[in-house]
């Protein structure tokens, strides 16, 4: 079972809901990719926001627009690695 379970998905604004399987705490995800693979960065949110970003897509996509400006890393559940990618 994968550890990131996706609840919903915006594919025109490029980022996802869901819970981690580990946890069970709310994310929200972007996708991003270095110079060799293509992945997702999930970032921690808290039960009140997922439930407005839920409700309100505006909402969650002007988060995943500062997650891509970098502006929550420190909500990131997974360290990036040395060779982090860029959002897409």
Known sequence: MPRFMDTKVDREGRWSLGADAETAAPFLSIPVANRMVDY????????????RFEADGLAARTFADECR???????LILAP???????R
């Open 40 to 51: 997702e960065e999930y970032y921690r949110l808290s039960e009140d926001e997922a439930r």
């Open 69 to 75: 400006a970098r502006q929550h890393d420190d909500r």
């Open 81 to 87: 690695g040395s060779d982090r990618g860029e959002p």
